[in-house]
């Protein structure tokens, strides 16, 4: 079995195991700002690349507006062997808690001298304890020497299910440009855990034998901290690598023939 498939059966495994089963509550938005910060670290695969350790950080501020409005905020960083990624992401939402959330995203990263950014307008639905998401958006091409980002049509659709407040289960897909990316994500917030706190566990697999398996640790704090994990994971995708550019069509191009100016 793969590793990304691993990683989430087992977690879903201990985590179904030590709880019992519920309901989750109804999506509510934070009281106030809340800040983020989300360690995550495990091992990554490729054809190309060969398997390497791999680590990402996110560190995130929210900020709800009023009249359902709200503006999130996030910075990202990624380290896979020798190929690391920076980036960020600015996104502005709508929600009705009982009903769904639409918005609009810009997010632009940046590796070994290639950019990849994207323009998207995301939706959730609320379905009982289920949640399901959908983005679209367009990604312009970038070319750095002789590699090239294969820019184009993005898309994106996942499923979360929320038995209980403190635990959440997420799996997805997405696609750039002809390329795509299965995904998945438990979050689990137990009992003996610090307020705001919660375990994590990401996988992902892609072109080229891309494979990706992390764990952590999110941490929340400020007034709109805690809660159940649903309402931390409105306006995400959980478990999806956004900011690793490789699986989304890097590849390295054939320079044009120079002519000889003698005509020889």
């Known amino acids: 079995m793969r590793p990304t498939l691993l990683l989430i059966a087992g977690a879903s495994v201990l985590v179904g195991s030590t ?3 519920g309901t989750a509550a ?9 800040g983020e910060l989300w360690p995550r670290g495990g091992l990554a695969d490729s054809n190309s690349g060969g398997q390497t350790g791999a680590g990402l950080f996110d560190g995130a501020v929210t900020l709800p507006l009023g009249a359902g409005f709200t503006a999130k905020a996030e910075a990202q960083t990624s380290a896979l062997g020798s190929a690391d990624s920076n980036g960020g992401k600015l996104q502005f939402w709508w929600q009705d808690p009982a009903l769904g ?4 995203i810009a997010e632009t990263a940046r ?4 950019w990849q950014r994207r323009y998207i307008v995301q939706g959730e639905l609320y379905l009982g304890p289920f949640t399901l998401r ?30 209980l407040d403190a635990l959440g289960l997420n799996l997805g897909g ?14 689990w917030a137990p009992a003996f855990m610090p307020p705001g706190s919660s375990f994590t566990a990401d996988g992902a697999g892609g072109p080229d034998g891309f494979l990706l398996a992390v764990v952590g640790v999110r941490f929340t704090f400020g007034p709109g901290a805690g809660g159940p994990v649903r309402q931390r994971q409105v306006g995400a995708a959980p478990g ?5 550019v490789g699986p989304f069509g890097t590849r390295e191009v054939t320079p044009l023939p120079v002519r000889d100016p003698n005509g020889s």
């Open 19 to 21: 709880l019992p089963l």
């Open 26 to 34: 109804a999506q509510s938005p934070p009281a106030g700002w809340t």
């Open 101 to 104: 959330l639409l918005g609009v």
């Open 111 to 114: 590796s070994d001298g290639l």
């Open 134 to 163: 959908s983005q679209a958006g367009y990604v312009p091409g970038d070319r750095e020497g002789n590699r090239t980002l294969e820019g184009g049509f993005f898309g994106l659709a996942s499923g979360g299910w929320y038995p």
């Open 174 to 187: 997405a696609s750039q440009a002809g390329n795509s990316v299965g995904f998945g994500n438990v979050e």
């Open 240 to 244: 999806f690598p956004g900011l690793v």
